[in-house]
């Protein structure tokens, strides 16, 4: 017994592509004359030059960004040192004010306006709890 199937029409071959003209390649024949530069029969440059175009603006565009990679670096390297170089100022004049605020530095220099320590030790004041 047959099959009822669906009768779908034929499908057209398909085609090639059409190669795409190159713009680029034919506005610049035209407007400087490359063929005259590379001669009419050498025509691989005229042809691939919208490749050579794209390879040339790429290799720019990575010098452009390596060199600016190579000035942020540099920049970061200086930051860096001036970081340490404050670094090692505060920890001296934390020590430095550390030192200061000794009993001994500050006898040395309050003994100039004629004021020097006691010589007696001081005496503890002792409150008991059914006196407060």
Known sequence: ??????????????????????QLATWLNDFIGLDRLFGEDNAWPIRYIDRILWVTGLLIIYIFLNHNAERLVRRIQRAKNQTDELRAQATVLQADFDKSGKQSEI?????????ADSQTPPHKIVVKSDEY
Do not use: D, F, H, Y
């Open 1 to 22: 017994m047959a099959k009822n199937t669906i009768r779908r029409p034929p499908q057209p071959a398909p085609q090639k592509k059409q190669r795409r003209r190159l």
């Open 107 to 115: 006898s040395k220099r309050v003994a100039e306006l004629g004021i």
